[in-house]
């Protein structure tokens, strides 16, 4: 069975500080992960995915095998940040997603 | 192009009526799928099309049905609503099933069950 875990629903942090989101994932084949975004009033729209290995808006994401992570960083927060997040994981038939973490950046 | 639109934005409804959630998509993607948002869940599966004429359940289908109309639309009907099914539905459409395929989101439809 496909299962993402995003343990912290609401991640408040200054501009300019770093942010980390958490990802944890469990899937017994080989995962395809990835990391959607929602901006207020705007569809959910893919970040960015494992297999592309690339940054998007400053975001990164490593996919770590040996933890079942994928965690979401970015070293400066800016506003524009501020969005709901969602971790998702491609297998089987489905794509699974986690709960979400609701960004809030503080000017 | 449009991507991906969901018709209507907005719709409330009594318990034990029937309405039908329209979707559709000009990017000549085979797959289709439909998902609600609840407030600390997420998304959840209700159904997927994984290519024309054929569709399947997902994590929650219950009390749902669906209709892959053509390759360009994907219908998703509730027989008798219930306040349970209050939520926002999200559409979306990839070039193929699962995977490693991103997938696109419609703009969604807030459904209210009194």
């Known amino acids: 069975a496909q299962r993402v875990t995003q343990p912290e629903k609401l991640l408040s942090v200054f501009k300019g500080a770093p942010v980390e989101l958490k990802c944890n994932y469990s899937y017994s084949g080989s995962p395809e992960l990835f990391w959607y975004v929602q901006y207020s009033r705007q569809r959910l729209q893919l970040l960015l995915r494992h297999i592309s290995r690339e940054s998007i808006k400053g975001f990164t994401a490593d996919l770590n095998k040996g933890e079942t992570s994928f965690h979401l960083k970015k070293p400066f927060a800016q506003e524009e940040d501020s969005a709901m997040y969602y971790c998702a994981l491609g297998g089987n038939n489905r794509l699974a997603f986690g709960k979400g973490n609701q960004v809030v950046v503080i000017p | 192009n449009a991507g991906v639109t969901q018709t209507p934005k907005f719709q409330v409804l009594k318990t034990g009526q029937s309405m039908t959630l329209q979707c559709a998509q000009d990017m000549n993607h085979n797959s289709m799928y439909w998902y609600r948002q609840d407030p600390g869940m997420g998304l959840r599966l209700i159904y997927y099309?994984?290519?024309?004429?054929?569709?399947d359940k997902g994590e929650v289908p219950n009390g749902y049905n669906v209709s892959r109309l053509n390759k360009r639309e994907f219908s998703l009907r509730l027989e008798s609503a219930a306040p349970s099914q209050t939520s926002v539905y999200f559409c979306?459409?990839?070039?193929?099933?699962?995977?490693?395929?991103?997938?696109?989101f419609g703009p969604g439809t807030r459904l209210t069950v009194l």
């Open positions: 979306a459409s990839s070039v193929g099933l699962g995977f490693g395929n991103e997938q696109f």
């Open positions: 099309s994984a290519s024309e004429g054929t569709t």
